[in-house]
């Protein structure tokens, strides 16, 4: 479908499980080259046992360290010579926290696991797409940086940064061959949401009821807009925020 990806290169960051495990599937299929990096080894052991790609690279690696971000780049670097795709996909939930139940310490692992992992990610892969003239980055929001309610405060807080610095990367090197596009996921059936499903799915049930097309989507259709949003037939969308939720935000 998307026969330019073949001569590409992407980095999928929370790629063991959830929306990154199916972007890793998808891009493969597509005939990219890929870098998988997430803190779960065995996840990602896994992965590779299942797909055994020669296209496929594995990084066991905590994304909000630099030394993991600089592993990363040099090996896709060092291996298909050039960078064209991030996917910005590494994030965790803060549990529906206020302020008052949220210390500061979870305040700054939220922020360093979705927002400066991101931030870090850009600008050690930044300086490599400018010499080339040529790059995307397809970051990982959520419909929690679009409206309140979708989390907590510090979960919240990092959705609405990464849309917004999404949106001025866009803009700060558009006219340099760089797009820099959102995703906004509603309600995906991902681990990340696994306790939501769990004693009979009650909490998932409601939730279903909730959205406007009264159910949950699957991974693999948050990963085909991430895959269009990649290439170039998306080539003139720029600093967009794309909600996949069922409607949810339009309530």
């Not at 499980?17 to 996840?43: K, Y």
């Not at 989507?217 to 909600?243: C, M, N, Q, R, T």
């Amino acid at each position: 479908m998307y026969g330019e990806l073949q001569n590409q290169s992407v980095i999928i960051t929370g790629a063991a499980s959830g929306i990154g495990l199916a972007q890793v599937e998808i891009f493969l299929r597509e005939g990219a080259s890929v870098v998988a990096v997430d803190v779960d080894g065995i996840g990602l052991k896994e992965l590779e046992k299942r797909l055994s790609s020669k296209l496929l690279i594995t990084i066991i690696g905590d994304v909000t360290t630099n030394e993991t971000i600089k592993k990363v780049v040099t090996t896709c670097l060092m291996h298909f010579g050039k960078i064209d795709i991030v996917c910005n996909t590494a994030g965790i939930l803060d549990e529906y926290r206020n302020v008052e139940n949220t210390s500061l310490e979870l305040w700054k692992h939220i922020m360093d696991t979705n927002l400066t992992s991101q931030f870090m990610m850009l600008k050690e892969v930044l300086p490599e797409m400018l010499e080339n003239k040529h790059g995307v980055f397809v970051n990982m929001a959520s419909i929690a940086g679009l409206v309140a309610g979708g989390g907590g405060i510090a979960y919240t807080s990092s959705k609405h940064a990464i849309i917004g610095m999404t949106k001025q990367l866009d803009l700060d090197y558009a006219s340099q061959g760089i797009r820099a596009n959102c995703i906004a996921p509603g309600a995906i059936e991902t681990p990340m949401n696994a306790a939501d499903f769990a004693d009979g799915g009650e909490i998932a049930n409601l939730v279903a009821e909730q959205t406007p097309a009264r159910r949950w989507a699957k991974p693999s259709e948050v990963a085909e807009l991430a895959l269009f949003l990649a290439s170039e037939k998306a080539d003139y969308i720029h600093g967009a925020v794309v909600p996949i939720d069922g409607g949810w935000i339009e309530k």
